[in-house]
């Protein structure tokens, strides 16, 4: 059975278990291991999921297979543009992907967006990874390209949008 919950302080570890599972495999070809690792410390950080999750800057959706947790997608309203929502985060695990649940998680996003008013869903996409593809699949298109220093590193990016 496959169901999605809203994440909450008790699912931090296995929101960062995840990352780490799926970054490596997601990022190794395309990125220096030493960005990944920085990226990874940085943005998965228990303290900066847990002020996301306290102060509401990111909501957090937790995939599960039979209770196992396996996906989870985080998001928030654009500040600047508040009928923009934005998709912050999307992964499942490796072993997983190809079963549907990166589509069930942007689904539920969107339907979640859409709910409160929302008019497109947009996300980040490095310009070199393979997830473009599930992304152009899934309903959103590139509007433009973004390049965002991260530390002593850039994402160089193509933002992605879809209407809702």
Same mark, same amino acid.
């Given at each position: ?39 990874? $410390? ?23 297979? $039979? ?6 997608? #985080?998001?928030?309203?654009?500040? $600047? ?28 996003? #969107? ?54």
């Amino acid at each position: 059975m496959t169901e999605i919950i809203p994440a909450s302080e008790a699912d931090i570890p296995a929101i960062r278990e995840i990352a780490e599972k799926t970054w490596w495999p997601a990022y190794n070809e395309i990125l220096e291991a030493g960005q990944i690792r920085y990226m990874l $410390d940085t943005l998965y950080a228990k303290e900066n999921i847990r002020a996301q999750l306290k102060s509401g800057g990111q909501s957090y959706l937790l995939l599960l297979e $039979d209770g196992y947790p396996t996906g989870f997608a #985080s998001f928030a309203p654009r500040e $600047d543009k508040p009928e923009v929502y934005k998709l912050h985060k999307l992964y499942c695990l490796p072993e997983t992907q190809g079963k549907g649940f990166g589509k069930m998680l942007v689904q539920a996003v #969107s339907a979640r967006a859409r709910k409160a008013g929302a008019q497109f869903l947009e996300l980040n996409v490095n310009r070199y990874n393979k997830a473009r593809k599930f992304y152009e699949k899934v309903g959103f298109r590139v509007a433009y390209e973004e390049d965002i220093p991260i530390g002593p590193y850039w994402m160089n990016d193509y933002v992605m949008r879809m209407p809702l």
